[in-house]
């Protein structure tokens, strides 16, 4: 069962802007802190940006005023606003939402979408 889905990835020029979305059922997002994390080939998994039930809002330095987390509640949904992309954006980009499962905190994800940034 597919519970997490991210979309609106796909390839643009340097400077460029991409919006990605992720939705979530109900039952996973209520309440509930989201995230976005990236992978690119050869790194490590890193935070891009995550966003809690109230709001507050914490990025990484190398996309901090860049790129904007929002939710929609309404649509169980978060999205990623990324502008002003540098090749150095390339990767797959990943939602997480923090949740539970079987009474235990658990981590849902999505399966990623690909974000490439040309030169």
């Known amino acids: 069962q597919v519970q997490v889905v991210e979309s609106g990835g796909g390839l643009v020029q340097a400077g460029g802007s991409l919006r990605l979305s992720c939705a979530a059922s109900?039952?996973?997002?209520?309440?509930?802190?989201m995230g976005w994390y990236r992978q690119a080939p050869g790194k490590e998994r890193e935070l891009v940006a995550r966003?809690?039930?109230?709001?507050?809002?914490e990025y990484p330095d190398s996309v901090k005023g860049r790129f904007t987390i929002s939710r929609d509640n309404a649509k169980n949904t978060v999205y990623l606003q990324m502008t002003t992309l540098k090749p150095e954006d390339t990767a797959v980009y990943f939602c997480?939402?923090?949740?539970?499962?079987?009474?235990?905190?658990?981590?849902?994800w999505g399966q990623g979408t690909q974000v490439t940034v040309s030169s």
């Open positions: 966003i809690n039930s109230d709001g507050n809002i």
């Open positions: 109900r039952r996973i997002f209520s309440g509930n802190p």
């Open positions: 997480s939402v923090a949740g539970w499962r079987n009474g235990w905190p658990y981590d849902y």
